[in-house]
């Protein structure tokens, strides 16, 4: 019968994860489904500023710039959506999508870029992300701004960052292959799967960091930082400057590596 599934019945969220991972020992659940439901348990417990993208990383547009400027921000990042900002007032006005920009490319009309703004959804860091999650599926929007108790952007969150706390990795342009660790985007300049062993990457680069300490060149990135990075930070080790593609709250998944 159902109700004999968990014996002892767990009372605390601890003790149902205890329960689930003796499931998964027991192969009556795949270690990837525990994980997203261990993922579903833990957005439940967490807010918009423990993964939001701080405001000083934002990829952001700026209300006065030239379509030109605009097109090479978006090239640049390979972001689907911006937020837009007012100098003068500090603030948000709106959320820039880059395909609305397509439309002004290859032809004479004028452009104004109040035109083609949608609105910018506002949330408090304190927003609880199960709460969010459910607002996002409700409303269909994919971003939004995180501000704190003086009404001051602090942030931004997607959708997609809290599917990742489920899921984990999801793929997106910046992602390469399965079979290939490294790949070589120009002189000096590459990109690199976290999980790449020290082993791999000492050979590539004819390098001599310590496999002894770290497994992955992720491990050594992220003892140097001292902390789990977001996207777009960076350090610089030796001769190398490594920033972060892909992270979530758990790890590193993605670096571009240049080479001085």
Known sequence: MMKNIFKPTPKTRTQL????QAAEK???LDAGSLSMIEGILQISQMQARDIMLPYSQMSAIHEEQTLKEMLSIVIESGHSRFPVLNDERDEVIGILLAKDLLNYCFNDKDFDINDILRPAIFIPESKQLDSLL???RKKRHHIAIVVDEYGSIVGLITIENILEQIVGNIE???????????KKLAENEYTLKAATSMEEFN???NTQFNNETFDTIGGLVVQQFGYIP???????IKEFCF???KA?????YLLRVTKK
């Open 134 to 136: 459910r607002e996002f």
């Open 230 to 236: 977001k996207r777009d930070e960076n350090i610089t």
């Open 243 to 245: 920033t972060i593609l």
């Open 172 to 182: 997106d342009e910046h992602d390469i292959n399965e079979e290939a660790n490294i």
């Open 26 to 28: 027991n192969n009556i």
């Open 17 to 20: 994860i205890k329960v689930l």
């Open 203 to 205: 050979g590539y680069f």
């Open 248 to 252: 979530d709250s758990r790890r590193v």
